[in-house]
T-cell receptor, first 115, second 111 residues
Framework: DGGITQSPKYLFRKEGQNVTLSCEQNLNHDAMYWYRQDPGQGLRLIYYSQIVNDFQKGDIAEGYSVSREKKESFPLTVTSAQKNPTAFYLC??????????????FGEGSWLTVV | DAKTTQPPSMDCAEGRAANLPCNHSTISGNEYVYWYRQIHSQGPQYIIHGLKNNETNEMASLIITEDRKSSTLILPHATLRDTAVYYCIVRVAGGGNKLTFGTGTQLKVEL
């Protein structure tokens, strides 16, 4: 089945540790995104990438890092510099370009809890 | 991306049509209107999008006013499984393809 796979679904981290969330897609999409969602809030953009080896900061990039070495993969590292990392993290992907819409599709999300 | 305004919550009886409004009075000519929904603890699900004309698919219908300053998502026969937060988003095609989410409308479908 085609889709976006995020792992792990649930992750616990000790304060001061870095953690990496995986996102893989087999939709042959060029663009990939990471969003963060806090309880009762909408989604906020962390980073996005339109092509391999290129990515841009979103609205809340501080304390996060990404890489885009392969088209199908866009891992997110939550570093110890992120002051409040406990949240629901969502990966998404879409085709690139200006054709009608280029709908963005989401994975099922990863819950990160700092203990 | 233009901002959108949605009511924070709505109720609907099962089997009836759910009409979810959205105001986007500052929308630009090249911005599409998108609708997503999110069931608790899951990723947002794409529903429908449109530019000027009304659109319909197997999930819903999208009615966009002629001046494009507002739109309505219609779920023709709401079921309990349609209970979710519904997000209305306006976005330029291309240009980073970003989606800017507001807080959406919590739709509760009841028996």
């Amino acid at each position: 089945d085609g889709g976006i796979t995020q792992s792990p679904k649930y992750l616990f981290r000790k304060e001061g540790q870095n953690v990496t969330l995986s996102c893989e897609q087999n939709l042959n999409h060029d663009a990939m995104y990471w969003y963060r969602q806090d309880p009762g809030q909408g989604l906020r953009l962390i980073y996005y990438s339109q092509i391999v080896n290129d990515f841009q900061k979103g609205d809340i990039a501080e304390g996060y890092s990404v890489s885009r070495e392969k088209k199908e993969s866009f891992p997110l590292t939550v570093t110890s510099a992120q002051k409040n990392p406990t949240a629901f993290y969502l990966c998404a992907s879409s085709l690139r370009g200006r054709s009608s819409g280029n709908t963005i599709y989401f994975g099922e999300g990863s819950w990160l809890t700092v203990v | 991306d233009a901002k959108t305004t949605q009511p924070p919550s709505m109720d609907c009886a099962e089997g009836r049509a759910a009409n979810l409004p959205c105001n986007h009075s500052t929308i630009s000519g090249n911005e599409y209107v998108y609708w997503y929904r999110q069931i608790h603890s899951q990723g947002p699900q794409y529903i429908i999008h449109g530019l000027k004309n009304n659109e319909t698919n197997e999930m819903a219908s999208l009615i966009i006013t002629e001046d494009r300053k507002s739109s309505t998502l219609i779920l023709p026969h709401a079921t309990l499984r349609d209970t979710a937060v519904y997000y209305c988003i306006v976005r330029v095609a291309g240009g980073g393809n970003k989606l800017t989410f507001g807080t959406g409308t919590q739709l509760k479908v009841e028996l």
